[in-house]
C-alpha cells in the first residue's frame, strides 16, 4: 500500500478524537460511535469513528451510509436518554433470520437492525454517550447546603450554590457561586435542586427553584413548614401543581441527625432518581 493512501483516515481518526476532547472540556454531550467488527463488504471498516450530537447530526467522522445510519442514529438518542451504552449489529435479513431475531429486537445487550443496502455486509457499531456532569444547584448556605456541596463535588456533580454574598462567611465547595437567587446561566445538563436556606431568604429560594427546570426539587426543612410556605406562595400566585413536585423534607428516611447525614441522605435519592432510567435499561 501507498503510505499517502492511509494518511486520510488517519487524520480523520485524529480529527474526531480532538473533537471529543473539546466536547468534554466544554461539557457538551455528544455520542461517539465505533465500528468495531464488519463482516464481507461495508463501506465504513473496524475502527472508523463518528460523533453524533443530541439533534442527531454527524459532526465529526464517518460510520458509513444510510445502510447503518439510522439505526446508530437512534441507539444515540436512547443512550443520551438513558447514559447506557450499547452495540448496533446491522445484518442482512438472511443472517437475521437464521439468528432468529427480527429487527429492531435487543438480545443479551446487543440491537438488530437489518441491512436493506445491496451489498448485504454486518457491520457491529459500538454506541456509547458523553454526558456533562450532573447538576446541582442549592439555593442557601446552610450547614446542610455546605455540607451537600462538598459532597456533590466529590460524586462528580458541577455543583452551583446561590445565595445573597452577605451570607456568606466562607467560600463553599462549588463550581459556581451566584449572588442571590437569580439563576442565570446555569449548567446544562440533567439539573436536580434543592432548597437549604433554613429560615434564610425561604420563600425567594422556593419560588425561584419551582421556576427552574430539574428533574427533582427538594426542601430541607419539615412537612409543615413546606405546607405554610405553600400555602403562602400559591396565594402570590405560583402554580399549586409546581410545589407539589417538590420533596419535602428533602432526602431518604435515614434517620439523618447531622448536617452531612442530612446532606448524604439528599444525595441518596438524588441518586435513586439519576439512575431511575438506567436501572431500568439494564433490565
Known sequence: MNPSEGAPPMTKHVEVMELVAQLKAAEEAFVLATVVRTVSVTAAKAGAKAIIRPDGRIVAGWIGGGCARGAVLKAARDALAD???????????????E????????????RFAEN???SKGTMDVF???????????ILGVSPVALSLATQARQLGYHVTIAAPAADLTDTPDADMLIDGYALIKLHEARRFIVVSTQ???DEAALRTAVAT???YHAFVGSRRKMAALREKLIAEGVDASALDRVKAPAGLDLGAITPEEIAMSILAEITVERRRGQRRAAK
Not at 86 to 96: F, K
Not at 99 to 110: A, M, Q, S, T
Not at 127 to 137: F, I, K, Q, R
Open 199 to 201: 429560615g434564610k431568604g
Open 99 to 110: 439468528l432468529g431475531v427480527k429487527p429492531g429486537e435487543n438480545r443479551d445487550g446487543v
Open 127 to 137: 454506541v456509547e454517550p458523553v454526558l456533562p456532569h450532573p447538576s446541582l444547584v
Open 213 to 215: 427546570d430539574a428533574a
Open 116 to 118: 436493506m443496502c445491496p
Open 83 to 97: 447514559g447506557e451504552p450499547r452495540m448496533v449489529s446491522v445484518q442482512p435479513e438472511n443472517l437475521l433470520a
